[in-house]
């Protein structure tokens, strides 16, 4: 595969670099001080973009990508205006400057290979330091190690989640799960046999992390991969339309819009429920443009009983309440165009995995505040993930193209 092959020319030093790039991304979500998370992931940011940019590469962003990303700008442009705050004028420069490196330029200089070589192997060291604590020490170099105070059940068995060096076992088990997703995609594109051991590992820190999310996530891959398997692309465009239907019924009974069974409409989904809810009465305040990058908590507290300070803990409802009704429809419009570009677009194996990071991203992204503009480790895995679909699908049409042109 030609990825293979570009992977393979790589310099040392630029492999190098990137994986200490990668690791830097763990920082910013991790119990050291978070000013100095940010400000490794930003310096290796630069330090990458220096590196590289003198490469010879074309920059290519689908239209829709760039007709929805241009709105939100908008909407954040009019915020600077209205309300030059110091704090909405740094999210806005940087959340823009991140999504174009994130979406468009690190997809083309990163090889997806090496990206999910990665983190299959970082998520597995990572996943291992988080269970120092059942034998040993609960701090290494820095890191507090300590299990989460309080208790998860797996098949009626109780324990304290892993943390490992994060400050929350949940961002633990977002790694967790692409470190298995990676393993998975490295075993069944290169064959690599050291993946089976990593898939096992990963899979591991998902369990003892209590990631539901993570498990929403996987048995939805497993389901489209069966379906891909079975009846090809067909079978992946019909299951993802009908599962994306029944989770909107699902959601519509748990908060009394339809009338369900009591077993679903009793979930208040680990306190989401009422966050939500308090969202939609602040985007409620703001309907149309929102009240900005970074308001979404302050906008919530005067309709939380309790949480309060807590975010919408839903990346979509985030953007809705900060750039309003057009913003937070163009936000929706990316991920629903990415994931129906990137499914049409399924030609093999291969592409049906980068499909499968764009799932990864909208269900995550359904039950946390993380978005494509920011520089967490959440943020950016999703963020290239998309990208990494979306080259995908300019390669092939720039193929098509130019097949066209030979045959005339």
């Known amino acids: 595969m030609n990825t293979g092959v570009h992977y393979m020319r790589e310099n040392t030093g630029f492999l190098i670099l990137i994986a200490i790039f990668f690791i830097a991304l763990l920082l910013p979500n991790s119990t050291l001080p978070q000013l100095i998370g940010y400000i490794a992931a930003a310096l290796l940011y630069t330090f990458v973009l220096c590196y590289t940019l003198p490469r010879d590469t074309i920059m290519v962003i689908p239209n829709w990508v760039a007709a929805t990303l241009t709105v939100i700008f908008l909407i954040a442009f009019y915020h600077l205006v209205a309300t030059p705050r110091l704090g909405i004028v740094t999210r806005t420069i940087a959340f823009f400057g991140l999504i174009f490196t994130n979406l468009v330029y690190l997809p083309r200089i990163i090889p997806e290979r090496y990206f999910f070589a990665m983190f299959a192997r970082l998520s597995t060291v990572i996943v291992c330091i988080g269970f120092i604590p059942l034998i040993g020490p609960t701090a290494i170099f820095g890191f507090d190690l300590s299990l ?123 306190n989401r429920k009422p966050l939500w809810l308090a969202g939609a009465a602040a985007f409620s305040q703001n309907p149309i443009l929102g009240t900005g990058f970074g308001t979404a908590d302050l906008m919530m507290e005067p309709f939380l009983d309790r949480l309060e300070g807590y975010s919408p803990h839903n990346s979509f409802l985030r953007m809705f309440i900060e750039t309003g009704l057009i913003g937070g429809g163009a936000y929706l419009s990316i991920h629903v165009l990415a994931i129906t570009q990137t499914a049409r677009a399924i030609t093999d194996e291969r592409s049906f995995f980068l499909f499968g990071f764009v799932v990864i991203a909208v269900i995550t992204q359904m039950f946390e505040t993380f978005s494509i503009f920011g520089l967490s480790m959440r943020s950016t895995i999703v963020t290239l993930g998309i990208g990494y679909a979306i080259h995908n699908i300019t390669i092939q049409r720039s193929e098509v193209r130019t097949g066209s042109h030979k045959m005339e």
């Open 148 to 270: 989460w105070p309080y208790q998860a059940s797996v098949v009626s068995i109780q324990f304290n989640a892993i943390t490992s060096i994060f400050s929350n076992p949940n961002v633990l088990g977002f790694l967790s799960l692409i470190g298995t997703i990676c393993a998975a995609v490295e075993y069944r594109l290169y064959d690599t046999q050291l993946s089976i051991g990593l898939f096992g590992v990963s899979l591991m820190g998902l369990i003892f992390t209590d990631y539901i999310g993570g498990w929403l996530v996987l048995i939805a891959l497993v389901i489209l991969w069966l379906s891909y398997q079975i009846w090809g692309r067909s079978g992946v465009l019909g299951t993802t339309f009908v599962g994306g239907v029944c989770g909107v019924v699902i959601l519509a009974v748990v908060f009394d819009l339809l009338p369900g069974p009591y077993i679903l409409q009793s979930q208040d989904l680990s």
